[in-house]
Nanobody, 120 residues
Framework: QVQLVESGGEVVQAGGSLRLSCAAS????????MAWFRQGPGEARDFVAT????????YYADSVKGRFTISRDNAKNTVYLQMNSLKPEDTAVYYC?????????????WGQGTQVTVSS
């Protein structure tokens, strides 16, 4: 069982930066693939980025490539999402997710989400 708690969401102006954190419980964090998703108002939950357990592979949605960076610190049981050059369309609730499998169809564990609002 893994519990995930996101933090770092807030209101920021367009062009600004934020770093989201997701703290995981448990002693096996380093064996989980981690991902970030987001859900805008009235929209479906969309994939943002993912990173493998050893931080050697990562993928991004086209909409965030070059602006967002996913990273993890296995010693701190934490995954991060550095978001730069934020746009109003990045406004969403951001969720982190975990799974023992790489690129699963659905992730087994989810956090409660953190709100990011980008003002124009």
């Amino acid at each position: 069982q893994v519990q995930l708690v996101e933090s770092g969401g807030e209101v920021v102006q367009a062009g600004g930066s934020l770093r989201l954190s997701c703290a995981a419980s448990g002693r096996t964090f380093s064996s989980y693939a981690m991902a970030w998703f987001r859900q805008g108002p009235g929209e479906a939950r969309d994939f943002v980025a993912t990173i493998n357990p050893s931080s050697s592979i990562w993928y991004y949605a086209d909409s965030v490539k070059g602006r967002f960076t996913i990273s993890r610190d296995n010693a701190k049981n934490t995954v991060y999402l550095q978001m730069n050059s934020l746009k109003p369309e990045d406004t969403a609730v951001y969720y982190c997710a975990a799974d023992r499998n790489w690129l699963p169809r659905t992730y087994a564990y989810w956090g409660q989400g953190t709100q990011v609002t980008v003002s124009s």
